[in-house]
């Protein structure tokens, strides 16, 4: 494993962290504290890393040449806490939206600030990298399989006659998520570089 693997490893997991944090942060002012109360409304790595998830997972793509993906130990949110018909769906979307803004937020230093500052090109590179990594975790949580945000979204969002529909994903979510993994991922890379262009400017 290279240095930029471990780099692009390190950046990742922290976008993962952030990631689960938005849902913690997002669920207490909806009206659930539990994550609050659990400690996990920090930005700590340690309070977040799954050893699985947050370790293996990536190592093994990173060796395998695959597109590089994480996830951080989910928080813990009681929906039956939360206040509005949305909420859930609301607290499910919260971590993708957080890292579309970083996402966002570092393309448009590549575009406004490293455009007319004369800056290290490794500066742009690291923006860069932490524009497309969470781009991927964006695109990959959105998924409707869980226990991915995608499919919170949905069921928040499913009339309950199709509560079968439900019950099927999240009885073979987890063998449908590694099959996504192993087999599928590569759909996601052109999505990911058509918005990485369109947010850099960079190709």
């Given at each position: 494993?290279?240095?930029?693997?471990?780099?692009?490893?390190?950046?990742?997991?922290?976008?993962?962290?952030?990631?689960?944090?938005?849902?913690?942060?997002?669920?207490?002012?909806?009206?659930?504290?539990?994550?609050?109360?659990?400690?996990?409304?920090?930005?700590?790595?340690?309070?977040?890393?799954?050893?699985?998830?947050?370790?293996?997972?990536?190592?093994?793509?990173?060796?395998?040449?695959?597109?590089?993906?994480?996830?951080?130990?989910?928080?813990?949110?009681?929906?039956?806490?939360?206040?509005?018909?949305?909420?859930?769906?609301i607290v499910s979307a919260a971590?993708?939206?957080?890292?579309?803004?970083?996402?966002?937020?570092?393309?448009?230093?590549?575009?406004?600030?490293?455009?007319?500052?004369?800056?290290?090109?490794?500066?742009?590179?690291?923006?860069?990298?932490?524009?497309?990594?969470?781009?991927?975790?964006?695109?990959?949580?959105?998924?409707?399989?869980?226990?991915?945000?995608?499919?919170?979204?949905?069921?928040?969002?499913?009339?309950?006659?199709?509560?079968?529909?439900?019950?099927?994903?999240?009885?073979?979510?987890?063998?449908?998520?590694?099959?996504?993994?192993?087999?599928?991922?590569?759909?996601?890379?052109?999505?990911?570089?058509?918005?990485?262009?369109?947010?850099?400017?960079?190709?």
């Amino acid at each position: 494993m290279q240095i930029v693997d471990i780099f692009a490893i390190a950046i990742v997991l922290f976008s993962a962290v952030a990631h689960e944090v938005a849902h913690g942060y997002t669920a207490n002012k909806l009206g659930d504290p539990t994550a609050r109360l659990a400690g996990r409304i920090t930005l700590n790595p340690v309070k977040h890393i799954d050893p699985i998830w947050s370790v293996f997972l990536p190592v093994v793509l990173a060796l395998s040449g695959a597109p590089l993906f994480a996830m951080a130990k989910p928080v813990p949110v009681n929906v039956y806490n939360l206040r509005g018909k949305w909420a859930e769906a609301i607290v499910s979307a919260a971590g993708p939206l957080t890292n579309l803004a970083l996402a966002i937020f570092f393309g448009l230093m590549i575009r406004i600030i490293f455009a007319h500052v004369f800056l290290p090109v490794t500066l742009v590179q690291v923006s860069a990298i932490i524009v497309l990594m969470n781009i991927h975790l964006a695109l990959f949580n959105l998924l409707p399989i869980p226990p991915l945000d995608g499919s919170h979204v949905l069921f928040a969002l499913l009339p309950y006659k199709y509560i079968a529909v439900r019950h099927f994903f999240e009885r073979y979510g987890f063998i449908l998520l590694i099959l996504f993994i192993f087999f599928l991922s590569d759909v996601l890379v052109p999505i990911a570089s058509f918005l990485f262009s369109m947010i850099t400017g960079l190709r």
